[in-house]
Each structure stands twice: as structure tokens, then as C-alpha cells.
């Protein structure tokens, strides 16, 4: 009896759903307080051009955009004209973008009309305006990225026969608390909290068997910011593996193709009217004239840049034909893993893979875009923990040059020290895949080395002054070193992703003999 009734108390502590509804709100609230409070005091600190004229940085390129959107009408934003100079700071992201920009210049209009007034605001930088700058971006995030992850560790952990309620809550705070995306939101001043929020709930969608509303998601994602095709072959993939395993594939694939199309349109709608509305903002999304990178970006392109000088030997249309090839190749197997053998953790996986893949070989790649590739190592920071922390290591690396020039020294080193804290937290199962099969001595001795000279990078970067013929030597090492580890964990996370159909066939054989 008494073993029964402790059988039945355990069970009842397993259930996901129990544990949230007496004990999940009040911990995810506490590290959501927590994370809001690191946000915060990011956000104190300097900007993307704070002080810098005359185009200043992001964050005046954020206000520009809500001054653009309040003051014309819809058609004219993306038009190049007297009233709107696309050369400063046109907008060059989706529609959705530019209708977030246009309910916050709401906000900002409210208290301080002088923040968004046509011409004469250009620059402005009272403190006011600022506060409320910042204020948008976190409200962002509370209201998107927030519940997106919530939903997605309920979703993750809801499908797993085991896993412990303190591991959950280590999960949620590690994807919560990203230094990467925190320093470039709220300190260099960026909004992709939205579209990464969205994208998480798409993938939280994925997890809980709701394709319709992934669909959906994800499609309100590629119109916030057109990077998140980074993601779309996994989506892609995943749902047309699931769709083909269907009694009709035909009219799953046609159900979600309409709901993508019917997202599309109402979103597009003002700017169907005419072809040539519509091409004007496509223009804007593709700004091939930037060229193939920007900076020192840690990918294929720039770093072999150093001995190919790709952009002397090619035109643009031939290195834009060459990214594409490029980066569907890389993209390619993980797709065609995911159209054979869909399975919920097939698609994390593939959603590193592929994001990887446009990091690595898309064209006009720029530091920032390593967020992309991170999010998804957070999904899997419970079964990839060192993989996790060493992805983050050196993506914040990579973006080090970048957070230097915006004067954010303090608050990456801080968050750098509270991200391995949280990793090494007490209390959390280490998960299965730390152990390596290379010998112990070698291994310590690899990671001690490697982690060695990311720390000499940084006293470099900051303390030493480079020969003046390379004046850009620091920047071209760091990002030498990042690059050489992207690509180890992408040919890791594509082995591992095709392992996990071998995995499945041998656990199926076992059941049958069963």
C-alpha cells in the first residue's frame, strides 16, 4: 500500500503540467524578474553611434525608422525620395518591422513628439528619448521572447520520459539570460528579440504537434527580419517529412503552403498594389551593394578572404550565385536527414545545422548574425552542454570588436562571468553528452589551449596596439579562431544529427525482438 501510494505521488510529480501548476509559475516568474533586471542594466549603458554623427549607429537607425513610419504614408517607405533619403537609414527589413516601428514612434510621439518629428529629429539623443528607446526594446521582449521560451520548455520537456523540474528550470534561465542577445538588444540597440521570439515559438509549436501554428509563426518571423531564413530549410524539411508521411501528402503540404501564403499577404497587402511597390521593398531586403561581408565576420568568405580575394576575382552576381550554391550544399544534408527521418529532436538539431550553414556561406553576413546559430545550440543545452558553452564562448568572441566600438567592455565581461555561472550551476544534471572519447590528457589540453588563446585575444584587443601595415591584425586572429570552431561544431552537429536516425533504427529493431 504504501508503495503504491508512493508510486502514485511520483507520478504525480513527473507529470510536467502538475509541477507547473503548483510549483512552475512561481520560478519561471523569479528568473523572468532576474533576466528583466540583467536586461536593465545592460541597457544603462552606451549604444550602436551614441554620440557619433552623422549617422550615428542602430539605434538611430531604429528611431529613423519610427519617424519614417509616422510621418509618411505606407507607400512611401520604402521609396527613395525628398522625403525619405533611403541612403540614411532607409528601412531594409520586412514589413513587419516597419509596422512595430510605427506602434512604437506611437509611444514615443506620446512623450516627446521632438523624438520623432520629420527632419528635425535626426540625431536626437535626449534622455528622455533614450529611456524611452530602451523602454521598447524591453517591453519587446517581455511580451515576445519571454512567453516564446516559456512555451517552448513546457513543450521540450512535457514530450521527455525523464528530466528533472530543477534541470527545466536551469534551461529556461540559460536561453532567458543569452549575453549575445542581451549585449546586441539591449546594449548595441537592436529588436531581435522579436524575431528570435517568434522563431522559438514556432519551434515550441513544432514540439507540440501544432504545425499549423508553427507555420504561422515562423512566417510572422521571416517578416520581422529576413534572416531568420536561416531557419526556413529546417522548417521546410521537418514539415515536408511529416507531410509525406501522411495518408494525403498532397493536401497536408497545401494546408500549410495556404496558411504561409495567406500570412504573407495580409502582411504585404499595402505593398501588392502595383509590381512596382512591391519590388521597391524587396530591393530594400537585398542589399547586395554592401558587399559579400561586413567587418571581420567569422565566416567562410571573410576568413578565407586572407589568401582569396574573392571580391577582386568575382562579380557580384557570380559571388551571389556561389554564396547560394554554397550555402545549400552545407544546408543539404540536415535537409534531407529531416525529409527522410522527421523527429522532434532531429529538427533542433537541424535547426543549428542550417542556421550554421547561412552563418558560414550566405552573402552580407555581419557579426551580429551569429545570434542566429546560438538560439538553437540554447534549445539543445541540456543534451549538448559543452557544446553550448563553447558555441557561446566564442560567439561572443566574434562580436567582441564589434561591442568594443559601442564602449559595452563592462557589460560583456559581466555577462560572460554570469553565463558560466548559470552553466555551472549547482543542482542540474550534466547531461549525456559531455563525455568525450578522446583521451582525457589530450582533451584538457585541447580546451585549455584553445580557451588560452581566446583570453590572450582579448588583453590584445584591448591593451595592445597592432603594427600599423595591419592595423586590423587583432580582428583578423579572433576572427581566424571562431571560425576554426563553427566549423568543428557544424560537422559535429550534422554527424550527430544523422546518428540520431541510426539510434532510432536500432531502438525499433530492439522493440520488434521484444
Same mark, same amino acid.
Not at 207 to 236: G, I, R, T, V
Not at 237 to 265: A, D, I, M, Y
Not at 429 to 436: F, K, L
Given at each position: 500500500?504504501?508503495?503504491?501510494?508512493?508510486?502514485?505521488?511520483?507520478?504525480?510529480?513527473?507529470?510536467?503540467?502538475?509541477?507547473?501548476?503548483?510549483?512552475?509559475? @512561481?520560478?519561471?516568474?523569479?528568473?523572468?524578474?532576474?533576466?528583466?533586471?540583467?536586461?536593465?542594466?545592460?541597457?544603462?549603458?552606451?549604444?550602436?553611434?551614441?554620440?557619433?554623427?552623422?549617422?550615428?549607429?542602430?539605434?538611430?537607425?531604429?528611431?529613423?525608422?519610427?519617424?519614417?513610419?509616422?510621418?509618411?504614408?505606407?507607400?512611401?517607405?520604402?521609396?527613395?525620395?525628398?522625403?525619405?533619403?533611403?541612403?540614411?537609414?532607409?528601412?531594409?527589413?520586412?514589413?513587419?518591422?516597419?509596422?512595430?516601428?510605427?506602434?512604437?514612434?506611437?509611444?514615443?510621439?506620446?512623450?516627446? $513628439? @521632438?523624438?520623432?518629428?520629420?527632419?528635425?529629429?535626426?540625431?536626437?539623443?535626449?534622455?528622455?528619448?533614450?529611456?524611452?528607446?530602451?523602454?521598447?526594446?524591453?517591453?519587446?521582449?517581455?511580451?515576445?521572447?519571454?512567453?516564446?521560451?516559456?512555451?517552448?520548455?513546457?513543450?521540450?520537456?512535457?514530450?521527455?520520459?525523464?528530466?528533472?523540474?530543477?534541470?527545466?528550470?536551469?534551461?529556461?534561465?540559460?536561453?532567458?539570460?543569452?549575453?549575445?542577445?542581451?549585449?546586441?538588444?539591449?546594449?548595441?540597440?537592436?529588436?531581435?528579440?522579436?524575431?528570435?521570439? #517568434?522563431?522559438?515559438?514556432?519551434?515550441?509549436?513544432?514540439?507540440?504537434?501544432?504545425?499549423?501554428?508553427?507555420?504561422?509563426?515562423?512566417?510572422?518571423?521571416?517578416?520581422?527580419?529576413?534572416?531568420?531564413?536561416?531557419?526556413?530549410?529546417?522548417?521546410?524539411?521537418?514539415?515536408?517529412?511529416?507531410?509525406?508521411?501522411?495518408?494525403?501528402?498532397?493536401?497536408?503540404?497545401?494546408?500549410?503552403?495556404?496558411?504561409?501564403?495567406?500570412?504573407?499577404?495580409?502582411?504585404?497587402? $499595402?505593398?501588392?498594389?502595383?509590381?512596382?511597390?512591391?519590388?521597391?521593398?524587396?530591393?530594400?531586403?537585398?542589399?547586395?551593394?554592401?558587399?559579400?561581408?561586413?567587418?571581420?565576420?567569422?565566416?567562410?568568405?571573410?576568413?578565407?578572404?586572407?589568401?582569396?580575394?574573392?571580391?577582386?576575382?568575382?562579380?557580384? $552576381?557570380?559571388?551571389?550565385?556561389?554564396?547560394?550554391?554554397?550555402?545549400?550544399?552545407?544546408?543539404?544534408?540536415?535537409?534531407?536527414?529531416?525529409?527522410?527521418?522527421?523527429?522532434?529532436?532531429?529538427?533542433?538539431?537541424?535547426?543549428?545545422?542550417?542556421?550554421?550553414?547561412?552563418?558560414?556561406?550566405?552573402?552580407?553576413?555581419?557579426?551580429?548574425?551569429?545570434?542566429?546559430?546560438?538560439?538553437?545550440?540554447?534549445?539543445?543545452?541540456?543534451?549538448?552542454?559543452?557544446?553550448?558553452?563553447?558555441?557561446?564562448?566564442?560567439?561572443?568572441?566574434?562580436?567582441?570588436?564589434?561591442?568594443?566600438?559601442?564602449?559595452?567592455?563592462?557589460?560583456?565581461?559581466?555577462?560572460?562571468?554570469?553565463?558560466?555561472?548559470?552553466?555551472?550551476?549547482?543542482?542540474?544534471?550534466?547531461?549525456?553528452?559531455?563525455?568525450?572519447?578522446?583521451?582525457?590528457?589530450?582533451?584538457?589540453?585541447?580546451?585549455?589551449?584553445?580557451?588560452?588563446?581566446?583570453?590572450?585575444?582579448?588583453?590584445?584587443?584591448?591593451?595592445?596596439?597592432?603594427?600599423?601595415?595591419?592595423?586590423?591584425?587583432?580582428?583578423?586572429?579572433?576572427?581566424?579562431?571562431?571560425?576554426?570552431?563553427?566549423?568543428?561544431?557544424?560537422?559535429?552537429?550534422?554527424?550527430?544529427?544523422?546518428? #540520431?536516425?541510426?539510434?532510432?533504427?536500432?531502438?525499433?529493431?530492439?522493440?520488434?525482438?521484444?
Amino acid at each position: 500500500m504504501g508503495i503504491m501510494a508512493l508510486k502514485d505521488g511520483n507520478d504525480e510529480e513527473n507529470n510536467i503540467w502538475w509541477w507547473l501548476v503548483h510549483r512552475g509559475i @512561481a520560478p519561471f516568474l523569479s528568473i523572468s524578474a532576474f533576466a528583466l533586471l540583467v536586461r536593465v542594466a545592460v541597457s544603462i549603458h552606451p549604444y550602436s553611434g551614441a554620440g557619433k554623427p552623422p549617422k550615428y549607429g542602430d539605434f538611430e537607425a531604429q528611431r529613423h525608422w519610427m519617424e519614417i513610419t509616422l510621418n509618411l504614408p505606407v507607400s512611401e517607405w520604402y521609396r527613395n525620395s525628398t522625403t525619405n533619403d533611403l541612403s540614411y537609414w532607409g528601412l531594409d527589413y520586412p514589413p513587419l518591422t516597419a509596422y512595430q516601428s510605427y506602434v512604437h514612434g506611437l509611444i514615443l510621439r506620446n512623450f516627446q $513628439p @521632438a523624438s520623432v518629428s520629420l527632419y528635425t529629429s535626426r540625431g536626437h539623443e535626449s534622455y528622455l528619448g533614450k529611456l524611452l528607446m530602451r523602454w521598447t526594446v524591453l517591453s519587446s521582449d517581455v511580451l515576445t521572447f519571454f512567453p516564446a521560451v516559456f512555451y517552448f520548455v513546457v513543450m521540450y520537456y512535457s514530450g521527455r520520459q525523464s528530466g528533472r523540474k530543477s534541470d527545466m528550470a536551469w534551461h529556461m534561465a540559460i536561453i532567458l539570460i543569452n549575453p549575445g542577445l542581451i549585449l546586441i538588444d539591449h546594449g548595441h540597440f537592436q529588436y531581435n528579440c522579436i524575431s528570435l521570439g #517568434l522563431t522559438v515559438g514556432a519551434a515550441a509549436a513544432i514540439l507540440s504537434d501544432k504545425d499549423l501554428l508553427a507555420c504561422f509563426l515562423f512566417s510572422l518571423a521571416l517578416n520581422h527580419k529576413q534572416m531568420s531564413a536561416y531557419f526556413a530549410p529546417a522548417f521546410f524539411s521537418h514539415l515536408l517529412g511529416k507531410c509525406l508521411r501522411h495518408q494525403n501528402p498532397l493536401l497536408e503540404v497545401s494546408k500549410l503552403g495556404l496558411l504561409v501564403l495567406g500570412t504573407f499577404f495580409l502582411i504585404w497587402w $499595402p505593398y501588392l498594389q502595383s509590381v512596382d511597390a512591391f519590388l521597391e521593398v524587396l530591393s530594400r531586403l537585398a542589399p547586395f551593394e554592401r558587399g559579400l561581408y561586413e567587418d571581420y565576420v567569422a565566416n567562410f568568405w571573410c576568413t578565407s578572404s586572407v589568401l582569396i580575394k574573392w571580391k577582386r576575382l568575382f562579380t557580384i $552576381p557570380s559571388l551571389k550565385l556561389l554564396c547560394f550554391v554554397a550555402t545549400v550544399s552545407a544546408s543539404l544534408p540536415s535537409m534531407v536527414q529531416q525529409i527522410l527521418a522527421p523527429s522532434k529532436q532531429g529538427f533542433l538539431y537541424g535547426l543549428l545545422n542550417t542556421s550554421l550553414s547561412f552563418y558560414l556561406f550566405s552573402y552580407q553576413v555581419h557579426e551580429k548574425s551569429i545570434l542566429l546559430p546560438l538560439l538553437p545550440a540554447s534549445f539543445l543545452a541540456m543534451d549538448e552542454p559543452f557544446l553550448f558553452e563553447w558555441m557561446m564562448h566564442y560567439a561572443l568572441l566574434s562580436m567582441f570588436p564589434l561591442l568594443c566600438r559601442d564602449e559595452l567592455i563592462l557589460p560583456y565581461i559581466s555577462l560572460h562571468a554570469l553565463f558560466i555561472l548559470l552553466y555551472h550551476a549547482p543542482g542540474r544534471s550534466h547531461g549525456t553528452r559531455e563525455v568525450t572519447h578522446s583521451p582525457p590528457n589530450l582533451h584538457s589540453f585541447v580546451i585549455g589551449f584553445l580557451v588560452s588563446c581566446s583570453l590572450i585575444l582579448h588583453v590584445m584587443y584591448l591593451f595592445v596596439r597592432p603594427p600599423e601595415k595591419y592595423p586590423f591584425l587583432f580582428e583578423a586572429m579572433i576572427m581566424l579562431l571562431c571560425f576554426s570552431q563553427f566549423v568543428i561544431l557544424a560537422g559535429y552537429t550534422n554527424i550527430k544529427q544523422w546518428s #540520431l536516425v541510426e539510434d532510432s533504427t536500432l531502438e525499433n529493431k530492439e522493440k520488434k525482438y521484444l
